[in-house]
């Protein structure tokens, strides 16, 4: 087994070998730049996520509260609507009284104008039967 080695081909593949080291190192480099960037974008993601998260949750709170809100005004609007209506039975049941207290006031200054008249004409007769 005395084999001759050639000076030049050991050469090259040292210098092949050193190559792909190289290569293989460049690689293992860009590979942990790159998982290194892929870890800091899904770390940026997932505050992105946590911040929307938060943000979900307080619209949704102000949603609740302005639902409650709603009921409020409408359980409000209800009431006032109650209370007009009730105002209106009122004002109506005024203005009929009105109308009544007016009838009668007609009628009392008719009675009285009548009276009147007659009172005259009770004067004019015993003024008459007086002479």
Same mark, same amino acid.
Request: glycine share 2%; with cysteine.
């Given at each position: ?11 090259? #593949? ?16 860009? /590979? !942990?730049?790159?998982? =290194?960037? #892929? ?19 307080? #619209? ?8 409650? /809100?709603?009921? #409020?005004i409408k359980q409000d ?15 109506? !049941?005024?203005?009929? !009284?009105? =109308? ?30 007086? !002479?």
């Open positions: 087994m005395n084999a001759t080695i050639d000076s030049d081909l050991v050469k090259t #593949v040292q210098q092949d070998v050193n190559a792909l080291r190289n290569d293989i190192d460049k690689m293992v480099f860009e /590979e !942990e730049v790159n998982r =290194e960037n #892929v870890k800091k974008a899904l770390h940026e993601s997932q505050l992105a996520l946590e911040e929307l998260r938060e943000r979900v949750a307080i #619209v949704e709170k102000e949603q609740e509260i302005i639902k409650q /809100e709603q009921e #409020v609007q209800s009431s006032l609507c109650g209370k007009v209506d009730t105002a209106q039975d009122q004002i109506s !049941e005024l203005k009929s !009284e009105q =109308e009544d207290v007016e009838r009668r006031v007609s009628y009392l200054e008719d009675q009285q104008k009548s009276n009147q008249i007659n009172y005259g004409n009770l004067n004019n007769c015993i003024a008459v039967s007086g !002479e």
